[in-house]
């Protein structure tokens, strides 16, 4: 199976679930299951739970319906931004502590207590909670796969004794589980009337055949009563449609099973993608193009990038780990036609660490300045403005790019265009600001360099400078900054005086993108999208004026003028109170000064 794009950023949780339940021989039905879906203006997530009221216990139906419901009702009770681990098991604990506490001092309730299996979809991730011998299993691609283990004791798996239960002791023993979940897997709960008679072969025939959720839990329920089954019996299905973008937690989950490799090397193949060309071999990282062995589908390029870290010069393993986290979650929250993105790799199938994404055919905007002819107006203007509405976007979303630069950019035929390299981009309300920032030094803007975090117009600066450099074949405007140097920001030279086919205008944009002070910037991309598009121009922008000798002595300047005049009114009450008698030159000069037009 070929890696597929990323879930679009719209998406929300999407879900079909089905239930259905029978008393079977027992004189009442102890079971009880429910499921509760996102509103829409709460985040929580799907919630679903199944519990079976323990058989021979007074009270059962009770333990069973208010295990379910309270563990529902607490969970969404609960602040959005906490973990489902942590909200679900205070959750599980509230619940636990009163069918104790009531199953000791209530005659008519003693004992009570429930085998339990609730789920919480939230994200990309399955949570589940498990006590008893209820079941969750997950169908995917027709592989069935049981995610809880039965509370028995040893050798008694027979039995209908369990060890585990929800209000059966004062502290409650929850197994927990975090487990990855794409669309298209098919959950199913049930509680042991069920799993009890049908076994796992058949459970996986009638998931497989993909009828209704409603439908398919009845003919799980009817085959158990077919087989035998003289408990109650209850299943719930819930088929997964659609998922919202990845959370961070989602991806850090997944990123960290992942073992760092050292970087392999041309003509290998690596989870059936054979490496046929080395793109690049950088200090953190080496770049293949790869070919997918596994699957070819007409129209879709079998060409993939594949990105691996060099464990051993990233830093360390966790910065390496933090940079293909953040390409990730960039690509799965801003979608647009000129920026990079990201694939996800088919279940199971990714055995190390390293990013995948579209092989993108052309040339990066480095390597294009390295041969002539100099890009011509029209083309660098299209080239910038596609360059300003991708940064636009990801500035809408929050996100700082952070490493801006010509060979961040690729080129494609017939005009396309990709920003690519999201590794450090900042991340809204993760990152925190610290010492080290990160990009390349002569893109870096001057507030970086006072280890400032950095902002939109940040990348603004970064997007000037590489603007700078489109269009005078190369050339730094603060010339090139090597690490740990402390760059000067003076005013650098005008592009028309090193090209005569460009107009003022451009000059005039580029300098307000380099403006030394932030304010001075364009405020994102977006805003110096729209001056690209419509050629706005006018006089050379203030900022820079002020750090030329005129500028910078504007002060000291009109004090002198205003010295001098001073002089000037003295001097001639002087001469005329005293009659001082001056060569006729200085008298000359005094009244062409003092002149009422002078």
Same mark, same amino acid.
């Given at each position: ?38 509103? +829409?203006? *709460? $985040? &929580?997530?799907?919630? #679903? ?7 021979? /216990?007074? !009270? ?62 939230? +994200?990309? *991730? $399955? &949570?589940?909670?498990? #006590? ?7 169908? /995917?691609? !027709? ?456």
């Amino acid at each position: 199976m070929n890696p597929t794009p990323p879930t679009s950023p719209d998406s929300k949780l999407d879900i079909a679930a089905g239930f259905a339940s029978d008393i079977g021989k027992r004189d009442e039905n102890q079971d009880f299951a429910a499921l509760c879906l996102e509103d +829409g203006q *709460r $985040l &929580h997530g799907a919630v #679903a739970a199944l519990a079976d009221g323990v058989g021979g /216990r007074k !009270g059962g139906r009770v333990a069973a319906e208010l295990s379910v419901r309270t563990f529902i009702d607490d969970y969404l009770g609960q602040s959005e931004l906490l973990s489902p681990r942590k909200t679900a098991a205070r959750a599980l604990e509230s619940i636990n502590y009163w069918l104790f506490r009531e199953g000791q001092k209530n005659e008519n309730l003693k004992g009570m207590c429930a085998a339990f299996t609730g789920v919480v979809i939230k +994200g990309r *991730r $399955l &949570h589940s909670f498990h #006590a008893g011998d209820t079941r969750l299993y997950r169908l /995917r691609a !027709g592989q069935l796969e049981l995610l809880t283990q039965d509370h028995k004791p040893e050798g008694a798996d027979g039995s209908s004794f369990i060890t585990r239960a929800v209000g059966a002791e004062e502290a409650i023993r929850i197994d927990y589980g975090a487990h990855d979940i794409f669309p298209h897997d098919r959950l199913m709960l049930c509680s042991d009337g069920v799993h009890g008679f049908v076994s796992q072969t058949q459970i996986l025939a009638l998931l497989d055949a993909r009828t209704s959720p409603d439908e398919t839990a009845q003919k799980l329920v009817s085959m158990a009563l077919a087989h035998g089954g003289d408990d109650n019996a209850t299943a719930m299905v819930i088929d997964v449609i659609d998922l919202p973008p990845a959370t961070i937690e989602d991806l850090n989950l997944a990123i960290a099973k992942l073992p760092m490799i050292e970087p392999p090397h041309t003509g290998e193949t690596i989870d059936g993608f054979r490496l046929d060309r080395q793109l690049a071999d950088g200090i953190y990282s080496r770049v293949f193009r790869a070919r997918d062995m596994r699957e070819f589908r007409t129209g879709v390029s079998p060409h993939v990038v594949l990105k691996f870290p060099k464990p051993h010069t990233i830093g360390s393993e966790s910065s390496a780990r933090s940079a293909f986290m953040r390409e990730a979650w960039v690509a799965s929250r801003v979608q647009h036609m000129w920026i990079g993105s990201v694939l996800d790799i088919a279940p199971g199938r990714q055995s190390c660490l390293y990013v995948a994404q579209p092989y993108y055919a052309g040339e990066t905007l480095e390597h294009r300045l390295s041969r002539a002819p100099k890009i011509r107006l029209e083309e660098g203007v299209a080239i910038a403005t596609k360059l300003a509405k991708a940064l636009g976007s990801l500035h809408r979303a929050g996100i700082i790019h952070r490493d801006v630069k010509p060979e961040n950019i690729i080129l494609m035929p017939e005009g396309g265009f990709k920003l690519v390299d999201l590794g450090v981009a900042r991340i809204p309300g993760i990152d925190k600001d610290s010492l080290f920032v990160p990009g390349t030094p002569s893109y870096k803007a001057p507030e970086l360099f006072d280890g400032k975090p950095g902002d939109e117009r940040s990348d603004i600066f970064a997007m000037g400078v590489t603007l700078y450099r489109l269009f005078t074949g190369g050339a730094y405007p603060f010339g090139e900054i090597e690490t740990g140097q402390t760059p000067k920001f003076s005013k650098p030279e005008l592009l028309t005086s090193r090209r005569g086919d460009l107009p003022a205008w451009l000059d005039s944009l580029i300098l307000q993108a380099l403006a030394p002070n932030p304010q001075d910037r364009f405020r994102d991309g977006f805003e110096m999208a729209f001056k690209l598009e419509t050629g706005a121009h006018g006089a050379e922008p203030d900022f820079f004026r002020k750090h030329s000798w005129l500028g910078r002595n504007q002060i000291g300047i009109w004090r002198g003028v205003s010295l001098f005049l001073a002089l000037v009114i003295v001097a001639m009450l002087l001469t005329s109170r005293y009659h001082i008698v001056l060569p006729p030159w200085v008298m000359d000069a005094l009244r062409w000064i003092a002149r009422p037009n002078g």
